[in-house]
């Protein structure tokens, strides 16, 4: 008996030798295997890890935490903007209860980077608590989520027919039995973002099919800036921790371009026709560059964002084409053509990367206190796209 089996007959000999009766259905081989469940590790971390392995490991759960709550701002800022509160890091006080409106969040799996990143939209997103659901396999260790009016369940099948955004944080091995579960009830609207390690983009849509996917990919971290930490609210506040964070040093993938592809789905969704969506773009570019005290002038043209016999075929009430985000991230784009052809373009996305997470860039530069901008600057950012997206003007 190897290394592996032995250590399992130990734990729970079932595992390793099972009854003749067992073979009439299939079992769960990691039932009773407490060391491979998903909420194994979710508490302190394992002090035998070396130093500089720890900190890489933060390092990525930070970005994908940072990049996770980047997007569902982004979309939640597309889908209710007198909701922008959220950009100065917080929460309206009493926010009207619409249900045509605001983002549903479903986040399936809920060991350490799935409850750090329930925690983070928790407490960061500008979300609210009934707009945030878990599925797990033992909810009835989520008593904390539930506490604060998380709903938390083992439904994946409802999740996905619920959400919005759907964050996969499973193990590997049980990503073939959720996406089996989960691919016929995944809506046209909902995006499958997933933070499952080594299971590329290619082997996503094999497993789901045609629907909306976003799996960020990332260079190999270095260390941590600043002072090592869990990937909590604190720590998305931190200018240091957040300088590793930016997007155009650590992402292998497009994923400032997806997101903004993202976004127009989101309009397409609300029936914005093309010139209000990419009105509502602009405006976000705008107000990143007046956070960043940056020089004017990222304005997006249709043509950065489709091809020119796309453009030339809008007429003046169309939609933007249902983008494929797989398409995005795995193959050249007008708009990754054009942010690779302008740096001014580039530093502006950064600028909004940051703006969204609320941290000021020069703060990551040379403070340790994030500032924030005056309320007359977002009053009027606020007050630009939600007229934007009303009655069509900037």
């Not at 599925?135 to 409802?158: K, Q, W």
């Not at 983009?201 to 869990?230: I, K």
């Not at 075929?313 to 249902?322: H, T």
Request: aromatic share 6%; proline share 7%; net charge positive.
């Amino acid at each position: 008996m190897d290394t592996a089996r032995g250590l399992a007959w130990k734990e729970h000999p079932a595992a390793v030798f099972p009854s003749p009766a067992d073979h009439t259905a299939p079992r769960d081989l990691t039932a009773g295997l407490t060391s491979l469940q998903p909420e194994c590790g979710a508490g302190e971390l394992p002090g035998e890890l070396p130093g500089e392995l720890v900190k890489r490991r933060l390092r990525l759960a930070l970005t994908a935490c940072a990049d996770a709550l980047f997007f569902c701002k982004l979309l939640l800022y597309t889908r209710e903007p007198e909701r922008a509160g959220w950009i100065r890091g917080t929460a309206p006080r009493s926010p009207p209860s619409r249900a045509d409106t605001g983002l549903r969040v479903g986040i399936v799996g809920a060991g350490r980077l799935g409850r750090q990143l329930a925690r983070c939209l928790i407490e960061t997103s500008g979300l609210r608590a009934e707009e945030i659901r878990i599925s797990t396999r033992r909810p009835e260790t989520l008593g904390d989520f539930r506490e604060r009016g998380v709903i938390c369940s083992y439904d994946n099948v409802a999740l996905a027919s619920w959400a919005h955004v759907l964050f996969l944080c499973c193990l590997p091995c049980q990503l073939p039995g959720v996406c089996a579960e989960i691919e016929d009830h995944v809506g046209q609207a909902c995006v499958v973002y997933s933070l499952v390690s080594a299971v590329p983009l290619s082997r996503l849509r094999r497993l789901l099919g045609p629907v909306s996917l976003v799996r960020p990919e990332y260079r190999s971290a270095g260390a941590t800036r600043g002072r090592t930490r869990d990937c909590t609210t604190a720590a998305l506040r931190d200018p240091d921790l957040l300088k590793s964070t930016n997007p155009r040093d650590s992402r292998a993938s497009r994923f400032p371009e997806t997101s903004l592809y993202a976004a127009l789905n989101t309009c397409r969704e609300r029936g914005l026709c093309h010139r209000r969506s990419l009105r509502v773009l602009n405006a976000l570019l705008q107000g990143a560059e007046t956070w960043g005290e940056a020089p004017r002038g990222s304005r997006l043209r249709t043509e950065d964002l489709v091809s020119a016999e796309c453009a030339a075929s809008l007429s003046e009430g169309s939609l933007f084409p249902w983008f494929d985000l797989s398409a995005v991230q795995s193959k050249e784009t007008p708009l990754s053509r054009h942010v690779a052809q302008s740096p001014r373009l580039q530093e502006t996305l950064a600028l909004l990367y940051f703006a969204v997470l609320g941290i000021h860039t020069m703060d990551v530069e040379e403070s340790d206190n994030p500032r924030y901008p005056d309320d007359g600057t977002w009053r009027s950012l606020i007050t630009r796209v939600t007229r934007t997206m009303e009655r069509g003007g900037v």
